[in-house]
């Protein structure tokens, strides 16, 4: 019996009471130009049936993988769940209310094909407005750490410090002793790319929008408490130390 392939990456769509959206999301995910991938679908113990969506979707598609929470536990627990069951080297996160450009996955897998690269970054929309697209400027081009650092506390820039526009390599995560902190309820993506950037070695970027960040009336963004954003407050503390830390050495 032959040996099963590793994908090329696997992506991790976090999944919690998603209701119309989350069928979008993944239709977009299956409609991948790159065939050679692998989709773990983290239901964080939905009651709204979100459950059944992922279920349907890995009874059509042997790359489609759902996986259950047994107890709403929040985004961090679930994207850690994707990390320590992902098959492929390359690993990126998405939402699952977002919609992905069919290249998506295929440009973060041509990108992380490049010598010493150890994370990529891609264009994005957010709200009907271009996060990436900049003028006379396509293809890949290299970012430093420390300039990648300095946008991990920006918001609505071209790199920022989410996750869903990056990939990122599995052995890097693991060599790191690298997860997600279930303790935060903001701003978890910003601290875990900033700790994946200061001990990652080489950077791309590229402009070309691929990811579509739908705006959801009730997602953890619009309704965040003063105690979350004391929680980000104090991330953006230690990515600063980051720095600091990076340009003192």
Not at 39 to 52: F, K, L, R
Not at 57 to 79: M, N
Not at 217 to 240: F, L
Request: glycine fraction near 8%; charge should be negative.
């Amino acid at each position: 019996m032959s040996e099963q392939k590793q994908p090329a990456i696997t992506a991790v769509v976090t999944v919690y009471n998603l209701g119309n959206y989350l069928d979008p999301c993944l239709a977009s995910l299956a409609r991948q130009t790159l065939s050679d991938f692998e989709v773990i679908m983290v239901d964080d113990h939905s009651t709204d049936g979100s459950n059944s969506v992922i279920e349907k979707w890995a009874q059509k598609d042997s790359r489609f993988i759902a996986a259950h929470l047994p107890e709403h536990s929040g985004v961090s627990a679930a994207r850690n769940y994707g990390i320590d069951h992902a098959s492929a080297p390359v690993i990126c996160f998405v939402d699952g209310d977002d919609l992905c450009e069919p290249n998506y996955l295929q440009t973060f897998v041509d990108g992380m094909s490049q010598p010493g690269v150890d994370l990529v970054t891609v264009g994005y929309r957010w709200g009907g407005y271009a996060r990436g697209a900049v003028s006379g400027i396509t293809g890949w081009h290299e970012i430093s750490q420390d300039d990648m650092l300095s946008e991990a506390t920006e918001h609505g820039t071209q790199i920022g410090g989410y996750t869903w526009n990056k990939a990122f390599r599995v052995s890097v995560i693991n060599r790191l002793m690298l997860r997600f902190d279930t303790h935060l309820k903001l701003a978890e993506d910003l601290l875990f790319t900033a700790d994946y950037e200061a001990g990652a070695q080489r950077f791309l970027f590229n402009p070309t929008l691929v990811y579509n960040k739908v705006s959801r009336p009730g997602s953890t963004i619009h309704t965040a408490s003063m105690a979350m954003r004391r929680g980000e407050m104090e991330v953006d503390a230690h990515i600063d130390q980051l720095r600091e830390n990076l340009n003192a050495g």
